[in-house]
């Protein structure tokens, strides 16, 4: 059983930026592939990112690509998503899932461990 607590979300102006966190417990954080998704009011959960067990494999929603970025701090059991340039279709709430084995991906269904969320506002 993996353990997630995300955290960062908050309120936001358009064009700002946050960083949201999520840290994993157990000793086997390395070896997950770990994603980001997100879920606006009255729509699909949808995917944001992921990122390797290692860290040297990204895959971005085309959405978000080029102003938000994943990264991983192994030794911290911690996963990390900085968001620049927020725009009001970014407003969700913000979860991050672990994929115990195989690589990245964007179906929410290859995840088997998600965390409760976190919401991200962002005001026009």
């Known amino acids: 059983q993996v353990q997630l607590v995300e955290s960062g979300g908050g309120l936001v102006q358009a064009g700002g930026s946050l960083r949201l966190s999520c840290a994993a417990s157990g000793r086997t954080f390395i070896t997950y592939t770990m994603g980001w998704f997100r879920q606006a009011p009255g729509k699909e959960r949808e995917f944001v990112a992921a990122i390797s067990r290692i860290g040297g494999s990204t895959i971005y929603a085309d959405s978000v690509k080029d102003r938000f970025t994943i990264s991983r701090e192994n030794a911290k059991n911690t996963v990390y998503l900085q968001m620049n340039s927020l725009k009001p279709e970014d407003t969700a709430v913000y979860y991050c899932?672990?994929?115990?084995?195989?690589?990245?991906?964007?179906?929410?269904?290859?995840?088997?461990?998600w965390g409760q969320g976190t919401q991200v506002t962002v005001s026009s």
């Open positions: 899932a672990v994929r115990p084995t195989g690589r990245v991906s964007t179906k929410n269904y290859e995840y088997d461990y």
